[in-house]
């Protein structure tokens, strides 16, 4: 039997309702992996909203020591409302050949129709199978195995969309369907330097107030969501020629779901010209992931973001 290890974080799966009427973690990974024959570290319990990249950074290193220590497969759980963030994070600073799954719930530990029992037991079937050597990190969805890149939480039931699907859980079995090109860019250990990096929204009227004020509290890198294809105002343009003078990395995404951010309109051009980086595909949240990723290690951001973004 392969030795699996779940790493419990918090978020929905292990909520139940409170007094007040909210859903708040409750549920330590002992008792969410109780039965399953499995090692289990709690070592957080909070919503995914309250995680913060420090976070990103202890979970990998909970990754690292157990994959040391003798793993044949991770599984982390997780909140949905970010972790499309984390698993990219892992995706990009995670190297090794054995599985690192994560997985969560749409509805909490104590609804009558929970999720978050069967994900789970999905999720420990992707890591304990040997077609998912070297597939890096992935997350286990309501049946559904998908390559972080990409991925971005929709509602739903299937609760993820847009990345790779490398694979299916059906009747406890994983079936690989696809391969995946892994954007490792750099082990953990190399990432101690975590810039901070701010998202900044484009709109009618906007002007460089918010670029000024994050570039002020020590921001080396910034993501503007743009309007349209990746159009701003002028305001917010010559804000951005501003930053990059100043070595500031500015990348820009679209609020436009299911739209590529290139140059198509002349904002779009000008924002080029001011030195910013298109970001085609990513979503806002992974676009951030990305250039702090890029910006930790060092590599050329115009490339990275032009390679995975």
Same mark, same amino acid.
């Given at each position: 039997?392969?030795?699996?290890?779940?790493?419990?974080?918090?978020?929905?799966?292990?909520?139940?309702?409170?007094?007040? @009427?909210?859903?708040?973690?409750?549920?330590?990974?002992?008792?969410?992996?109780?039965?399953?024959?499995?090692?289990?570290?709690?070592?957080?319990?909070?919503?995914?909203?309250?995680?913060?990249?420090?976070?990103?950074?202890?979970?990998?290193?909970?990754?690292?020591?157990?994959?040391?220590? #003798?793993?044949?497969?991770?599984?982390?759980?997780?909140?949905?409302?970010?972790? +499309? +963030?984390?698993?990219?994070?892992?995706?990009?600073?995670?190297?090794?050949?054995?599985?690192?799954?994560?997985?969560?719930?749409?509805?909490?530990?104590?609804?009558?129709?929970?999720?978050?029992? #069967? /994900?789970?037991?999905?999720?420990?079937?992707?890591?304990?199978?040997?077609?998912?050597?070297?597939?890096?990190?992935?997350?286990?969805?309501?049946?559904?195995?998908?390559?972080?890149?990409?991925?971005?939480?929709?509602?739903?039931?299937?609760?993820?969309?847009?990345?790779? %699907?490398?694979?299916?859980?059906?009747?406890?079995?994983?079936?690989?369907?696809?391969?995946?090109?892994?954007?490792?860019?750099?082990?953990?250990?190399?990432?101690?330097?975590?810039? %901070?990096?701010?998202?900044?929204?484009?709109?009618? @009227?906007?002007?460089?107030?918010?670029?000024?004020?994050?570039?002020?509290?020590?921001?080396?890198?910034?993501?503007?969501?743009?309007?349209?294809?990746? /159009?701003?105002?002028?305001?917010?343009?010559?804000?951005?020629?501003?930053?990059?003078?100043?070595?500031?990395?500015?990348?820009?995404?679209?609020?436009?779901?299911?739209?590529?951010?290139? &140059?198509?309109?002349?904002?779009?051009?000008?924002?080029?010209?001011?030195?910013?980086?298109?970001?085609?595909?990513?979503?806002?949240?992974?676009?951030?992931?990305?250039?702090?990723?890029?910006? &930790?290690?060092?590599?050329?951001?115009?490339?990275?973001?032009?390679?995975? #973004?």
């Amino acid at each position: 039997m392969p030795r699996l290890v779940v790493i419990a974080t918090g978020g929905t799966i292990s909520t139940q309702r409170a007094s007040d @009427g909210a859903l708040r973690p409750a549920c330590s990974g002992e008792q969410l992996a109780d039965g399953l024959g499995v090692e289990v570290v709690d070592l957080l319990s909070v919503d995914s909203s309250e995680l913060t990249p420090r976070d990103w950074q202890h979970i990998g290193a909970a990754v690292q020591s157990a994959v040391a220590d #003798g793993a044949d497969g991770v599984v982390i759980t997780h909140g949905t409302d970010t972790m +499309e +963030e984390t698993s990219l994070w892992l995706d990009l600073t995670y190297g090794g050949t054995v599985p690192v799954v994560l997985t969560g719930a749409a509805r909490s530990a104590d609804a009558p129709d929970a999720d978050g029992p #069967g /994900n789970l037991r999905n999720a420990l079937t992707v890591a304990g199978s040997a077609r998912a050597h070297d597939l890096g990190v992935v997350i286990c969805f309501a049946g559904a195995v998908i390559a972080p890149l990409g991925t971005t939480k929709m509602a739903g039931p299937q609760s993820f969309a847009g990345g790779t %699907r490398v694979g299916t859980v059906v009747g406890g079995v994983f079936g690989q369907t696809a391969t995946r090109e892994r954007p490792y860019l750099g082990g953990v250990a190399a990432l101690t330097d975590l810039p %901070r990096v701010d998202i900044v929204s484009a709109y009618p @009227g906007a002007d460089s107030t918010a670029i000024d004020a994050y570039i002020a509290a020590g921001a080396r890198g910034l993501v503007i969501e743009a309007m349209g294809h990746g /159009n701003a105002g002028t305001a917010v343009v010559e804000a951005v020629r501003h930053a990059t003078s100043r070595g500031i990395a500015i990348a820009i995404t679209t609020r436009i779901a299911g739209v590529r951010a290139h &140059a198509v309109y002349g904002p779009g051009y000008d924002l080029i010209d001011a030195g910013a980086v298109m970001v085609p595909t990513l979503r806002t949240s992974q676009a951030r992931v990305l250039l702090m990723a890029a910006l &930790a290690t060092g590599l050329p951001v115009g490339d990275v973001l032009g390679r995975w #973004g």
